[in-house]
C-alpha cells in the first residue's frame, strides 16, 4: 500500500483547503495519508544552509508576534522599517531570540537607530494598529495570499522567498 506525507501547517488556509480533500484521495487511491506538521522546520534549516545563512528555530509559542509586527510597523512609519525589520527577523530566526518584549524590542530599535521611545508612542496611541490594518488591506487588494509575497508596481506577484529568481528576472527585463 502506497502511504503519503501530508505536511501541513494549522495556519494555513491551503493545508485546510488540501485536508478536505484527504478522505477522497484515500478512497480513490487506496493510499495511506501520514499527517505531518514539522515539515517547515526541516524545509528552512534546508534553505538557511543553501543561502549560508544562520537558522535557529525559535520558540513560537513563547513568542508575542503582533507586538513585533506593531513595531515593525511603527519603525516603518518613522522611516526605520528596513534596518528595523532585518533586525528583528534576524533576531527571531538567525540567533533563535525574538526580541518580543518591550525592552527587547527597545534595544533592536536603538541597535539601528530609531527611536523606541517615539516607537512605543506609535503603538500605544493606534497609529501601528491602523497602519498595520491598512498594510493588511492593501496587500489583500494587490492580491498578496500569504508571506513573503512581492508586489511589484506593475501588478505583478511573487509569493514565496523560493520565487526570488523569478522577481529578479522580471525586474531585470523591465
Not at 508575542?64 to 534596518?83: H, K, N, Q, S, T
Request: contains cysteine; glycine residues 10%.
Amino acid at each position: 500500500m502506497t502511504s503519503v506525507d501530508f505536511y501541513f501547517g494549522t495556519g494555513s488556509r491551503y493545508s485546510y483547503l488540501a485536508a478536505t480533500r484527504i478522505p477522497s484521495l484515500q478512497s480513490e487511491t487506496g493510499a495511506t495519508v501520514r499527517w505531518r506538521a514539522a515539515y517547515r522546520t526541516r524545509d528552512a534549516t534546508r534553505w538557511a544552509a543553501f543561502l549560508g545563512v544562520p537558522y535557529v528555530e525559535p520558540d513560537f509559542a513563547a513568542v508575542d508576534w503582533r507586538r513585533i509586527a506593531l513595531w515593525c510597523v511603527a519603525a516603518e512609519l518613522l522611516g526605520g522599517g528596513p534596518a528595523f525589520g532585518a533586525a528583528v527577523l534576524h533576531s527571531a530566526f538567525g540567533l533563535g531570540t525574538p526580541a518580543s518584549t518591550e525592552v527587547q524590542l527597545a534595544a533592536a530599535a536603538g541597535s539601528v537607530g530609531v527611536s523606541a521611545f517615539r516607537m512605543s508612542g506609535l503603538v500605544a496611541d493606534g497609529s501601528a494598529e491602523w497602519a498595520h490594518e491598512r498594510n493588511v488591506q492593501d496587500a489583500l487588494v494587490a492580491g498578496a495570499f500569504g508571506v513573503p509575497t512581492f508586489v511589484v508596481d506593475d501588478g505583478e506577484v511573487f509569493w514565496g522567498q523560493d520565487r526570488m529568481p523569478l522577481l529578479a528576472h522580471h525586474l531585470c527585463k523591465r
